[in-house]
C-alpha cells in the first residue's frame, strides 16, 4: 500500500493534539486558559461540535478542566507521584512518619469522609485475611484531598481480633498511622502485596472523586503482612488516574 502522508486522524483530534503539543512546550502553563470553542472554529475552519469535541479530549484526558462560565484552562494540579516501595517502608512509618509524607512533600494533604465501624467480614475480603465467615473485621473508610483536590478513596480492613481496644479503631490512629500500631500490638508488617488494575468508575466514586467524565480510576489492593506470613490489612484503594504517576524505585 503506498503511503500518501495524508493525515487520516478525526479533525477533533488533530486539534486536540496541537493543544497538548502546545501545552508540553510551554505555550500556556498551569492555569492558562486554552482557545475557545469560538477561536477554534475559526483558526481551523471547523463546526463548533468538532471544537468541542476537541475540547473534550484534553478534559479527558485530565490535561484541562472547564470552569463554568469561563471556558477551558491548563490543570494546575501538578499529579501526584507515588512512590511505591519507599512509602511503606519500616524506616517511614517506624519512626512517626506518615506513608504519604513520602508522596506529598510540603503540599496541603486533607483526610475527610472518615468513618470507622465493626462490620463482618465480607467475603473477598476473608479469603485474603484467613478468617471465617462472620468474623468481625474493623473498617476503616476516607478519602484523601491533595491541595483541595479529591485524588484517593480508601477502605482498610483489619480482623477485629487483632485491633479491638487500639488506637486502629479511632479516627486518628497516631504518629506511623495503622501500621505503627500494629507493630505496637505486636504485628507489625514485614511484607506488602500490592495488585494493581484500572477501570473506569462508578458513579459514586467519579462524583466523590470530582473526575472529569472519561477519566479511568486506578485500582490498588494492598495486604499487609506480619511475622510468619500472617495477612493483618487488605487496603483497597480506588485512585484519580489523572491525578498519579505510580514511581517503583528498586535495586537491580
Known amino acids: 500500500m503506498v503511503n500518501t502522508g495524508e493525515d487520516r486522524r478525526p479533525k477533533y483530534q488533530r486539534i486536540a493534539d496541537s493543544l497538548r503539543e502546545a501545552i508540553q512546550a510551554g ?33 479527558d484526558e485530565g490535561i484541562a478542566e472547564a470552569r463554568k462560565g469561563a471556558g477551558v484552562f491548563v490543570r494546575s494540579f501538578r499529579p501526584l507521584r507515588r512512590q511505591g516501595i519507599q512509602r511503606l517502608a519500616q524506616e517511614q512509618w517506624g519512626s512517626g512518619r506518615s506513608i ?12 475527610d469522609q472518615v468513618s470507622i465501624s465493626e462490620e463482618p467480614v465480607p467475603e473477598h475480603i476473608a479469603a485474603v485475611l484467613e478468617m471465617g465467615e462472620g468474623e468481625a473485621v474493623c473498617v476503616r473508610r476516607r478519602r484523601f ?7 484517593l478513596l480508601a477502605t ?27 507493630a505496637e500490638l505486636g504485628h507489625g508488617p514485614v511484607r506488602f502485596r500490592e495488585e494493581v488494575r484500572s477501570r473506569m468508575p462508578s458513579k459514586d466514586e467519579a462524583a466523590r472523586l470530582s473526575m472529569a467524565s472519561g477519566t479511568p480510576v486506578i485500582l490498588i489492593c494492598r495486604t499487609a503482612f506480619a511475622a510468619e506470613g500472617r495477612p493483618v490489612e487488605v487496603n483497597e484503594m480506588t485512585l484519580d ?5 505510580l514511581e517503583y524505585d528498586f535495586d537491580a
Open 100 to 111: 504519604w509524607s513520602t508522596d506529598t512533600g510540603d503540599r496541603a494533604l486533607e483526610v
Open 145 to 151: 484531598v491533595l491541595d483541595g483536590k479529591p485524588v
Open 156 to 182: 482498610s480492613y483489619l480482623p477485629m481480633s487483632v485491633v479491638a481496644g487500639s488506637a486502629i479503631i479511632q479516627e486518628d490512629t497516631g504518629p506511623g498511622g495503622v501500621y505503627a500500631r500494629l
Open 27 to 59: 505555550e500556556y502553563g498551569p492555569g492558562d486558559r486554552l482557545p475557545g470553542e469560538n477561536d477554534l472554529m475559526a483558526a481551523h475552519g471547523v463546526a463548533r461540535m468538532t471544537a468541542r469535541q476537541a475540547l473534550g479530549v484534553l478534559r
Open 241 to 245: 488516574a489523572a491525578s498519579y504517576v
